[in-house]
């Protein structure tokens, strides 16, 4: 199998095999008899051998799977969510206009970062649903299901985060469309494996446009379970979750979220962790979108306090922070309760969203949260107030959960190696420059991350004073995105 793998390390098959070897090793199984292959020559042929061979290669699958999703986690730096401070994460990534194919990748341009990653994963599913599975008469349904979900979800992250990339070793970049309609027929093969193929779907329709098969695939979840949740755990053991790295461990926190999304931080306390991959609450906003983009006013007020009220039922860890709130100068960030802020110099003071830290016994989102309510949202309210609380409530809900990257439409660029050995590429063409919106803020560059006054406080020490309670974000992004109609169903 020349793929992906070949043109990052110039092997074929083999290294494919033995990534998944690799992988299913770190995860603890034993399913392959390792007397069974002759290392370090594993081929596919081999593996064919084996006994139950796509049920072996699943946890390779797995594990390929969580460092995807670490990887689009973390990238949300990209966006409003997060700003940087501190060497862990490169500085320009604050920047959408900054991003460059040598340094778009979350945390680096090879195993760490989205590009490698997304390519990683669905090469090895193609390994497998191609390969392995139609020769294995032990290959059940459900197994199958399993591996064409993790394949759809590949194409879902490629297509929500790059504009071309190639679906194959050497191959052509292929835009958006065209990963989201592989994405879409992956996860329609998928159902067999639970409620998430379905959210995945309603994920995939929506960023097609399509309203109907959207509503339809977030409707087939709730009717499966009113309160699902997809989020498997980290083995802190082998795959930890990476985002808890830069949020909690690290002397100096580098992810440090925008003061309005204060309360939401940070979302992941241990290298254990769940990221939640699917939950009710998406279905909700979705069906809220769909409904609000059709003028059904009074059904998209219902579906959005539905997700209001569900996150508000989710669960919180009670965290000992001892984050300092600092920027890379060291200079205090908003973090004392009292402070209120407003989305932009237009919009209400708002309590309740920056917390005391240092502090113990915080409590702390760790599936949804947000600062909406329920009965104020239900109440009778324009189009324009409605586009705005359902965008709040889709950044604040979905946070840190690799969702705002597709929401602001902005795309990154593909990896460079793939740039400089695909002969079908070159620099300047279709998916080797960013793509950001003519309505995001192009200056300064860390537009979306400004907040006034930018000195809160009459010093750095343990005991500075705060100075002023009054903090103004400097873009409501979220408002920007209701006056652009950025909805993909307008």
């Not at 985060?161 to 970049?173: I, K, L, N, Q």
């Not at 239900?378 to 946070?399: K, N, T, V």
């Not at 006034?452 to 500075?464: I, K, N, Q, W």
Request: charged fraction near 20%.
């Amino acid at each position: 199998m020349k793929d992906y793998c070949t043109l990052i390390f110039g092997r074929g098959r083999r290294l494919a095999a033995a990534v998944l070897l690799a992988c299913l090793a770190a995860s603890g199984c034993d399913a392959i008899d390792p007397t069974e292959v002759n290392n370090p020559t594993t081929t596919d042929e081999d593996l064919a051998q084996a006994t139950n061979p796509t049920a072996a290669l699943l946890p390779g699958l797995r594990a390929q799977f969580a460092r995807l999703i670490n990887a689009y986690v973390v990238a949300e730096v990209v966006t409003d969510n997060y700003s940087i401070h501190g060497t862990g994460i490169i500085q320009t990534l604050d920047s959408p206009q900054e991003v460059t194919p040598d340094i778009m990748n979350s945390t680096g341009t090879s195993a760490n970062g989205l590009y490698w990653n997304v390519q990683e994963l669905r090469a090895l599913a193609d390994f497998v649903i191609d390969e392995i599975a139609p020769g294995d008469d032990t290959a059940t349904p459900e197994l199958v299901a399993e591996a064409r979900y993790y394949r759809g979800m590949a194409y879902l992250t490629m297509g929500e985060a790059f504009s071309y990339v190639p679906h194959e070793a050497d191959g052509t970049p292929q835009g958006a469309d065209v990963a989201f309609t592989r994405a879409v027929a992956d996860l329609q093969a998928a159902t067999g494996f639970g409620p998430q193929a379905n959210a995945a779907l309603a994920r995939a329709y929506r960023l097609q446009g399509d309203a109907g098969a959207s509503a339809a695939a977030a409707n087939a979840v709730l009717s499966a379970d009113a309160e699902f949740l997809y989020a498997p755990e980290y083995d802190a053991s082998s795959i930890s979750n990476t985002s808890v790295f830069f949020l909690v461990l690290r002397a100096l926190q580098e992810m440090q979220p925008l003061p309005r999304l204060d309360f939401l931080d940070p979302k992941y306390t241990e290298r254990s962790s769940a990221i939640p991959l699917a939950k009710a609450e998406e279905m909700h906003l979705i069906l809220a979108e769909v409904a609000l983009a059709a003028g059904d006013l009074p059904g998209a007020r219902n579906q959005l306090a539905n997700a209001i009220r569900l996150a508000g039922t989710r669960s919180t860890v009670s965290f000992d922070d001892i984050d300092e709130r600092r920027n890379a100068d060291l200079s205090l960030r908003p973090r004392d309760s009292e402070i209120l802020v407003r989305a932009d110099e237009s919009s209400p003071y708002r309590a309740g969203l920056v917390l005391d830290r240092p502090g113990d016994g915080l409590p702390i989102p760790n599936i949804s949260g947000t600062s909406l309510d329920a009965d104020s949202v239900a109440a009778p309210a324009d189009a324009g107030d409605l586009w705005h609380s359902l965008w709040l409530a889709r950044q604040e809900i979905l946070f840190l959960e690799g969702r705002r990257l597709a929401d602001l439409g902005i795309k990154l660029p593909m990896m460079l190696r793939e740039i400089d050995q695909n002969p079908n590429i070159n620099e300047g063409d279709a998916g080797t420059v960013p793509v950001i919106p003519g309505y995001l803020p192009q200056a300064p560059l860390y537009a979306m991350d400004v907040y006034s006054p930018v000195m809160l406080y009459d010093g750095d020490g343990p005991d500075a004073t705060l100075l002023s309670t009054m903090v103004t974000i400097g873009v409501d992004m979220n408002r920007v995105l209701a006056t652009n109609n950025a909805s993909p169903f307008n």
